[in-house]
């Protein structure tokens, strides 16, 4: 299987942090916020790896490369301007064929054991599977609700966790009406109908999105293990 890794944003919130780096570039523990989500992508097994870049993405392509240098191929989908979330899987959606392939946002850090995706499979009718966690203090509404597994807008919701496991069939029938659209428009259809499932995890997952979250998660990891 393969994964995209979302890593165009600009980071405004994390500004002046973001105004020389790029959000996926900031440093946890000592190396690169994106370098976890990769190296964590290779021990579970994959070993291509599609990621988009936009504000100071030459400074991302230029650390990484090839990516042969971390055991994984990475293939780079340049976007002159932010394409949002689901602009950005759009574009980069030829490079995975009919095939399902794992989706992560750069600006997340977690434990989460991505080698269980590799034993799922997104078969029809289901478009996608969709990751949740408790929701944080600053998504108190939280996004999507959870029954039997199934992803709906039910009262009570949880938060979205930025990893799924997405299948073309997800765009099949998307209208395109502008290159920049979120994911939330595209996931909104086929969870109306019942075509995406889902599980709530509990263990470590921090939203990298502020500047104080950003220094939390340093500090705490720092104060643990030094970051697994």
């Known amino acids: 299987m393969k994964a995209m890794i979302l890593a165009a944003g600009l980071g405004s919130r994390l500004q002046p942090l973001t105004k020389t780096v790029p959000k996926p570039m900031l440093l946890v523990c000592g190396k690169p916020l994106l370098q976890w989500h990769i190296e964590r992508l290779v021990r579970a097994g994959v ?10 993405g030459e400074q991302i392509q230029d650390y990484f490369g090839t990516g042969v240098d971390f055991g994984i191929t990475i293939t780079w989908s340049s976007e002159a301007e932010p394409l949002e979330t689901g602009g950005g899987i759009f574009k980069a959606l030829h490079l995975f064929g009919d095939d399902p ?51 709906g807008y039910g009262q009570e919701r949880y938060t979205y966790s930025g990893i799924s496991i997405v299948s073309s069939q997800l ?17 909104k259809p086929a969870i109306s109908s019942g075509r995406v499932s889902g599980e709530i995890y509990t263990g470590d997952w921090c ?22």
Request: aromatic fraction near 10%; charge should be negative; hydrophobic fraction near 40%.
């Open 47 to 56: 070993r291509e790896v599609v990621v988009n870049t936009s504000w100071l």
């Open 101 to 151: 392939f794992i989706l992560m946002s750069a600006d997340i850090w977690t434990d989460f054991p991505l080698e269980s995706f590799l034993k799922k499979n997104i078969d029809s009718p289901l478009s996608a599977h969709l990751v949740l966690v408790k929701n944080p203090e600053h998504n108190n509404g939280g996004d999507f609700s959870l029954e039997n597994y199934i992803v």
């Open 171 to 187: 765009f099949n029938s998307l209208k395109i009406t502008s290159e920049v659209f979120p994911l939330r428009e595209v996931l």
């Open 207 to 228: 939203d990298v999105g502020t500047i104080g979250r950003y220094n939390n998660l340093n500090k705490r990891l720092l104060e643990t293990t030094n970051g697994i």
